[in-house]
């Protein structure tokens, strides 16, 4: 019995130790999928001169009081054959009130997809009402799609302060990138 007794006494400390152990350590919070932290932007940009042509901007703006940390970057669109990856490995730091451009590889377009309401060429010529709308002709609004054609998200694992996560968001996209890539190899 004396065994015994010294296994239960040999569990039991380690118990007690686990405990104390975990009273000890930090939370850490688990990720989760949500939006970027208040205060902080992504914007899609064209390649530089230096780039080639495969490639694009992403331009992460931190105006937050803290450091942030981008783990994984990936950007999605309908018009792409794969996805946009950040060009090299390894966290990105963007310090406090700073931003950071992050070169990214983009993939081959589709050009069986559907197409960026952007890329589609449009007329000057607006043509003329023809007569007084009829209230009862107009249609009832519908409701507007989940997801445009033309929407290009970006997928970033980041961690801000305590807060670590996975956002996912559309991708400001001004200067028309995708829908100029996707109109140079589909045209």
């Known amino acids: 019995m004396t065994r015994r007794h010294a296994a239960s006494g040999a569990i039991a400390l380690l118990a007690v130790a686990l405990v ?6 930090q939370p850490r919070p688990a990720p989760s999928a949500t939006a970027l932290p208040s205060g902080v932007t992504a914007t ?8 080639t042509a495969d490639e694009a ?18 950007i999605d669109a309908p018009v792409f054959e794969g ?15 700073k931003s950071a451009e992050i070169v990214i590889t983009l ?23 023809t007569g007084t709308p009829d209230a009862a002709a107009t249609p009832a609004a519908t409701p507007a799609p989940t997801a445009a ?26 200067e028309g990138v995708i829908a100029a890539r996707t109109a140079a190899a589909c045209d």
């Not at 104390?20 to 350590?25: D, E, H, K, S, W």
């Not at 703006?61 to 990936?74: E, H, K």
């Not at 966290?91 to 406090?96: C, N, R, S, T, W």
């Not at 377009?109 to 589609?120: E, G, L, Q, V």
């Open 20 to 25: 104390l152990t975990a009273c000890n350590a």
């Open 44 to 51: 899609l940009l064209p390649a530089t001169p230096a780039q």
């Open 57 to 74: 901007r992403v331009w992460i703006v931190n105006s937050t009081a803290a450091d942030l940390a981008l783990t994984r970057l990936r």
């Open 83 to 97: 996805i946009g990856r950040k060009a090299d490995g390894g966290a990105i730091e963007v310090a406090a009130g």
């Open 107 to 129: 993939p081959a377009i589709n050009c069986n997809a559907d197409r960026p309401a952007s890329a589609i060429p449009t007329t000057d010529a607006t043509p003329e009402p």
């Open 149 to 174: 054609p033309d929407q290009t998200t970006a997928t970033i694992g980041f961690a801000l302060g305590a807060a670590i996560g996975v956002a996912v968001e559309e991708l400001d996209d001004p």
